[in-house]
């Protein structure tokens, strides 16, 4: 190895020392955000199998409408919301979307019928509309691309731990039945919508809008950091085109990627959305009983080992520099699991290879975000990754809409969790085929 390249690869004291603050201040704080978001936009699988479809006469495939209805309002403001962050100011933006997010959240404990959950649905989609590529965009502008799949994963893993933590707690508040004269399915909305007002109220306080408003850097950390986004942003100028809104819309590589991106979010809403479904009726297929908190826990389980995948997963991702089969592995890994699952004979058995699928979600999703801004910049970066994350989560509307109509007309999970199984492969092929076509940043290459 070179002299040049060996002082790349090991990071300064000012750098170490920079990097580990922001991700000491600010990643807990935007995980948390994101933790009460997934936890607020999935709080309906929980509410469906205890009560919530019995009170309000709610067939499979009505249940997945009202599921991926969400995603309608999301995906059309998703562009312009990422847009008004950039002019606006993560803070001030980021706290407007969790307060309305909340408020909207909270009028699910008094729903009474179908239309009424569509439309609240419909309405959350909208308020929480641009949360999640805000957050990406926001952690991005932190840390130089060497450091972005680090800060991404930390902020992942809020994502199955959500389920880990939520599950059970949303077991608990739904065990809390007849508190106040209400159902547990309501009192499990209200007490998980109550935590985004008081978090997006604090979010105007806390977080800083760039690295002259955080306090907590010194002079020379934020001149260090100041010099690096600088150089890595002049090195995109040659490329007019990763700063303009419109060449990044139409650029063939952020489609790619908006398809690769699809296949995932597929899987991932239709394990989210069916899994305490699924879990319910092991009384039925094994024979078995568990109480509400049981099951909560049993959700738990892939979730945990998600986690922990997506740790080391991304540790790797971020020692060599993402790569093409840091995507297409695990993505291939769930395609072939999703099927197998069908097959079990027991709760335990099946349980086992459903969490290889949550660990092969969880292992692509990180890793892939860090693959935009290494072409994409300024406002293009804020479009281009509004975007892909609009394509993919209309996957969000179709999963749950699919798996619950074709469940209604074949009687079983075994056709859509088929459906699962073939766009992540989808996703697994074009991944490999994008090495090509997103090299990885100079930072991460070793001779």
């Not at 995603?71 to 059309?76: D, V």
């Not at 909207?104 to 729903?111: E, G, Q």
């Not at 890994?333 to 069908?342: C, D, E, Q, T």
Request: proline share 5%; aromatic share 14%.
């Amino acid at each position: 190895m070179n002299m040049k390249t060996d002082a790349l690869a090991k990071p300064s004291v000012i750098e170490s020392r920079t990097i580990r603050k922001i991700c000491r201040r600010l990643v807990p704080f935007i995980a948390l955000m994101f933790f009460i978001n997934f936890l607020d936009r999935t709080a309906i699988s929980f509410a469906g199998p205890n009560g919530m479809t019995q009170d309000l006469g709610m067939t499979a495939a009505q249940f997945g409408f009202a599921s991926g209805i969400f995603f309608i309002g999301y995906i059309f403001l998703e562009v312009p919301s990422n847009l008004a962050l950039q002019k606006f100011g993560a803070r001030i933006w980021l706290a407007r979307i969790m307060i309305t997010w909340g408020m909207v959240a909270v009028l699910f404990t008094w729903v009474s019928s179908i239309s009424g959950l569509y439309w609240l649905r419909f309405f959350l989609g909208i308020a929480e509309a641009g949360f999640f590529p805000g957050a990406i965009l926001y952690l991005s502008t932190w840390v130089p691309s060497s450091q972005r799949t680090k800060i991404l994963s930390l902020f992942y893993l809020s994502q199955p731990l959500t389920t880990v933590i939520g599950a059970p707690l949303a077991s608990l508040l739904i065990e809390a039945h007849g508190l106040f004269g209400l159902e547990g399915w309501r009192i499990m909305f209200f007490g998980v919508g109550v935590p985004a007002i008081i978090v997006g109220i604090a979010t105007l306080f806390y977080l800083p809008d760039s690295s002259k408003d955080a306090h907590w850097l010194t002079d020379e950390e934020r001149n260090w950091l100041d010099g690096q986004l600088k150089a890595e942003s002049k090195s995109k100028s040659h490329d007019p085109e990763s700063h303009r809104v419109m060449s990044a819309l139409i650029n063939g590589r952020v489609w790619l990627l908006s398809a690769i991106y699809f296949g995932m979010v597929y899987s991932l809403y239709a394990l989210a959305f069916f899994l305490p479904t699924v879990i319910a009726g092991f009384e039925t297929k094994f024979g078995t009983k568990f109480d509400v908190f049981e099951k909560g826990l049993i959700i738990a389980i892939p979730y945990l080992a998600a986690a922990i995948a997506l740790y080391f997963w991304s540790a790797d991702a971020t020692k060599r520099g993402v790569r093409a089969w840091h995507i297409g592995i695990p993505a291939l890994i769930g395609a072939v699991s999703v099927p197998v699952a069908l097959l079990m004979t027991s709760p335990e058995t099946t349980i086992a290879v459903v969490t290889i699928t949550a660990c092969s979600i969880f292992c692509v999703l990180p890793n892939f975000w860090a693959l935009p801004s290494r072409f994409l910049s300024g406002a293009g970066a804020a479009a281009g990754i509004a975007l892909i994350n609009s394509i993919g989560n209309a996957a969000g509307f179709a999963a749950p809409y699919v798996t619950g109509v074709v469940k209604d007309a074949t009687g079983g999970y075994e056709i859509p969790m088929y459906i699962v199984g073939a766009v992540m492969i989808l996703s697994s092929i074009l991944a490999f085929s994008i090495g090509s076509k997103i090299r990885p940043p100079m930072e991460v290459v070793k001779i």
